[in-house]
């Protein structure tokens, strides 16, 4: 289930925290950037070579459209067999470059990733702390903000924490999502629950549909519908059925049991 989405990447900020706290030292490794499967965007790859060997299945993956911030690499450069380049990404929490050579379509060499500690010391005035350069890395390389969380903070968006600005940024999470949530009579759901219904894919129109239906559903049966693909469709179908006084939970059970085949 996509749950399991949002849990990989709390867990992953969760371990990126609980390095003691040290020197913002500049952090060096092995990087790789290519074009990602339907050829759109640059793809990257950091490791370290010692307990990567095969570059493959380990080090940390980063696919996101974030990746179109890197200038002196474009897709087209990466068809230059031999060409040297050093593809940088510049961040409010610091800069990342991968210098090497391009060699069938991979831009294989050295990474480097410098902090900006004068971001640790905006960040702290707006309440975050808990850094180290790991960490700074991530939210370079997702482009997470001091103007993203402002941004956050200023909607009154609660329970903002130093990991889970990188889930709200993953999953593009912004105010205009958190207040389509008021906009429907809910309470504006905090930072946590916002991650949990973006992660299923609950929408605006697909709550008024249901809504429409005479459900009333809560922000946790939001969550159970996309989970159990509670569709308008599938509410009608029982409704047809003769199903009378549906609930949120009935539909679910309706679906657990198979009731409907």
């Known amino acids: 289930m996509r749950l399991r989405s949002v849990a990989f990447v709390l867990a992953f900020a969760a371990t990126a925290l609980a390095i003691p706290a040290q020197?913002?030292?500049?952090?060096?490794?092995?990087?790789?950037?290519?074009?990602?499967?339907?050829?759109?965007?640059?793809?990257?790859?950091?490791f370290d070579e010692r307990d990567c060997p095969e570059r493959q299945h380990c080090g940390s993956d980063f696919s996101s459209d974030s990746m179109n911030r890197f200038t002196g690499i474009t897709l087209t450069d990466l068809s230059r067999d031999g060409a040297h380049l050093t593809a940088t990404l510049?961040?409010?929490?610091?800069?990342?470059?991968?210098t090497g050579v391009v060699h069938d379509q991979y831009l294989f060499g050295d990474a480097l990733f410098t902090p900006d500690e004068t971001f640790v010391d905006r960040m702290a005035k707006l309440g975050f702390?808990?850094?180290?350069?790991?960490?700074?890395?991530?939210?370079t390389l997702l482009d997470v903000a001091t103007d993203f969380v402002r941004s956050l903070q200023q909607a009154d968006i609660?329970?903002?924490?130093?990991?889970?600005?990188i889930a709200l940024r993953?999953?593009?999470?912004?105010?205009?999502?958190?207040?389509?949530?008021?906009?429907?009579?809910?309470?504006?759901?905090?930072?946590?629950?916002?991650?949990?219904?973006?992660?299923?894919?609950?929408?605006?129109?697909?709550?008024?549909?249901?809504?429409?239906?005479g459900l009333k559903p809560t922000l946790d049966e939001l969550i159970r519908i996309r989970i159990f693909h509670i569709t308008p469709e599938f509410v009608h179908r029982m409704q047809n059925r003769g199903l009378k006084d549906l609930t949120i939970a009935k539909l679910v059970q309706?679906?657990?049991?198979?009731l409907d085949e």
């Open 158 to 165: 609660r329970g903002l924490t130093t990991d889970n600005l």
């Open 129 to 139: 702390t808990g850094y180290d350069s790991r960490k700074l890395q991530t939210y």
């Open 254 to 258: 309706i679906k657990i049991f198979k």
């Open 90 to 98: 510049k961040g409010d929490a610091g800069t990342f470059t991968c």
């Open 23 to 46: 020197s913002y030292e500049p952090l060096r490794a092995k990087c790789e950037i290519n074009p990602t499967t339907d050829g759109s965007k640059l793809s990257l790859h950091i």
């Open 170 to 213: 993953i999953f593009r999470i912004d105010p205009a999502y958190a207040q389509s949530f008021v906009s429907m009579g809910y309470q504006q759901p905090d930072a946590n629950k916002l991650i949990a219904l973006k992660v299923q894919g609950v929408n605006s129109e697909e709550v008024r549909q249901i809504r429409d239906l």
